[in-house]
């Protein structure tokens, strides 16, 4: 098969299309033929050597894919061969098959196209495991995510809305406001000419949010405590603005908050296994109903991979960015 091989860490023209051997599945897997896979963060920072793969995973790019069963390992009862699927990985979408856990398989939700479905393995995981089973966003809370524009934001506001909270967002231009509030968002701050903080307050009468999604870490770090509500959750997922700061704690006692981090990718396979099963019980509904809807800027052959993370890395997109092999 072809496969987008890293052939030395560094920027995105290392990434190339070369060929390589066909994975083989274990019992509990099935082999996947690829329809086509999404970009996500993770993969900018594995190409230059910072995020290696889980011990045992493909050491190829990729965090989740849609496509149609090829093969099933003997333990798999679920599926079967000619299924049309998408799935979440611990890694191998850049190519054109992978193998992964049956655990970690989706039907594909009603009324998307096959390839869309590659948008919702990794952003549906990863905001429902922090923002839902961990943080426990609920109806009526109030709920800020920073980088609303991105896959994880697009996602995040659409199901939040769906559940029934009131949703805040941080973005750096007037095109990705818009298409926020848009998409459901109440309000839509531009984190580069406001002060999020004020705003918040402002707009919840000095109370704050309840839950703040942070994909940026150290910079936002205080400031997210200074945002928060009495008894509020701050999830950290990402460290986009530094992973090394001081902070003042005395908010964290004042207000009784709490703060957790967590990644998708390092869980064992049974965790992953058992939010997989909470994504398709609680989102694949609010797709089926129309409530909560693919968020494609564009997509591209597999071949041009490298142009993709020159895309991802200048931010200029909005949502998710497709390959198809």
């Known amino acids: 098969m072809k496969a987008i091989v890293i052939t030395k860490h560094g920027g ?22 690829v329809e086509a896979t999404a970009l996500n963060r993770a993969d900018t920072l594995q190409r230059q050597g910072l995020y290696p793969p889980p011990k045992g995973a493909s050491e190829y790019l990729g965090l989740e894919c849609s496509g149609t069963i090829e093969a099933v390992g003997r333990h798999v009862s679920r599926w079967k061969i000619g299924d049309q699927v998408c799935a979440l990985l611990a890694g191998g979408g850049y190519a054109e098959k992978v193998a992964v856990p049956a655990g970690q398989v989706l039907p594909i939700p009603p009324g998307v196209s096959l390839k869309d479905a590659t948008s919702f393995p990794e952003v549906a995981g990863t905001v429902w495991s922090t923002v839902f089973m961990m943080s426990h966003l609920s109806a009526g809370e109030t709920f800020l995510v920073h980088g609303g524009s991105s896959g994880i934001g697009t996602f995040a506001i659409q199901i939040a809305k769906y559940w029934g909270a009131k949703v805040f967002i941080t973005t750096g231009s ?36 309840d839950v703040i999604l942070d994909c940026i870490g150290a910079a936002y770090y205080q400031r997210n405590l200074e945002s928060l509500s009495v008894d509020g959750r701050l999830f950290i997922i990402g460290f986009q603005g530094g992973a090394h700061t001081e902070v003042d704690l005395r908010a964290l006692v004042a207000k009784r908050l709490t703060v957790q981090g967590a990644g998708l990718r390092n869980r ?58």
């Open 12 to 33: 995105p023209e290392v990434l190339q299309l070369q060929d390589v051997e066909d994975p083989q599945i274990k019992d509990d897997e099935v082999l996947i033929k």
């Open 268 to 325: 064992s396979l049974e965790n992953k296994a058992a939010i997989i099963s909470e994504v398709e019980k609680n989102v694949w509904p609010a797709i089926a109903a129309g409530k909560v809807k693919p968020i494609v800027y564009k997509y591209f052959p597999l071949s041009e991979a490298a142009e993709t993370h020159r895309l991802m890395e200048s931010s200029k997109h909005i949502g998710k960015i497709l390959l198809v092999p």
């Open 174 to 209: 007037e095109e990705k406001l818009a298409f926020c509030k848009e998409i459901g968002a109440d309000l839509c701050i531009n984190y580069k000419t406001e002060d999020f903080v004020a705003r918040v307050k402002e707009e919840t009468g000095g109370r704050g949010v």
